[in-house]
T-cell receptor
């Protein structure tokens, strides 16, 4: 009954390879995100989808391509992996907050990507 | 743009009280949130302040002063399990994306026996 689940949890691969991370949420949320957490623990937003529509696309290299087949799923595909892509990638979801409401994100357990 | 600054590390002993500060610069403001992240774990929501003042949730309290662009998380009766990273966060209004959450630099809290 995990709320936000990501697979795989660990991913070790060589530079130049292509890899994907999958995310699913069973909370009925409309909005899903990908965040990247680097070695200094800085959490940076990458993408956000609302009901399968891309609404946030930060200045991320176009080697990163998100896909949302439905509002419960958000996948991240990375082409031509580089050393600097090594990080923990977190999927998260939320409902749309009201004007003064908290935007409470529920995060997945994270996918630790190591590029050798 | 948005920026949120926090101290990088704080150390305290069990049973003590610790305050983790957050100063922010935003082009719009809908409230300040706090998240906790244990080593190897996922960030989890702790608290939210939309208005000035103190919000209390058990041993944790969060304070906001919008005029000072400042907030803090107060942890009382510290326990070893409180050792974690703590992040403040705000919703980014600059882009018009009302559900874009920007996180602070994070504070690593080490609780010692």
């Amino acid at each position: 009954d995990t709320a936000v689940s990501q697979t795989p949890k660990y991913l070790v691969t060589q530079m130049g390879n292509d890899k994907s991370i999958k995310c699913e949420q069973n909370l009925g949320h409309d909005t899903m995100y990908w965040y990247k957490q680097d070695s200094k623990k800085f959490l940076k937003i990458m993408f956000s989808y609302n009901n399968k529509e891309l609404i946030i696309n930060e200045t991320v290299p176009n080697r990163f391509s998100p896909k949302s087949p439905d509002k419960a799923h958000l996948n991240l595909h990375i082409n031509s992996l580089e050393l600097g892509d090594s990080a923990v990638y977190f999927c998260a979801s939320t409902t749309r907050p009201g004007r003064s409401g908290a935007n409470v994100l529920t995060f997945g357990a994270g996918s630790r990507l190591t590029v050798l | 743009g948005q920026s949120l600054e926090q101290p990088s590390e704080v150390t305290a002993v069990e049973g003590a009280i610790v305050q983790i500060n957050c100063t922010y610069q935003t082009s719009g403001f809908y409230g300040l949130s706090w998240y906790q992240q244990h080593d190897g774990g996922a960030p989890t929501f702790l608290s939210y302040n939309a208005l000035d003042g103190l919000e209390e949730t058990g041993r944790f309290s969060s304070f906001l002063s919008r005029s000072d662009s400042y907030g803090y998380l107060l942890l009382q009766e510290l326990q070893m399990k409180d050792s974690a990273s703590y992040f403040c966060a705000v919703r980014d209004q600059a882009s018009g994306a009302t559900n874009k959450l920007i996180f602070g630099t994070g504070t690593l809290l080490a609780v010692q026996p």
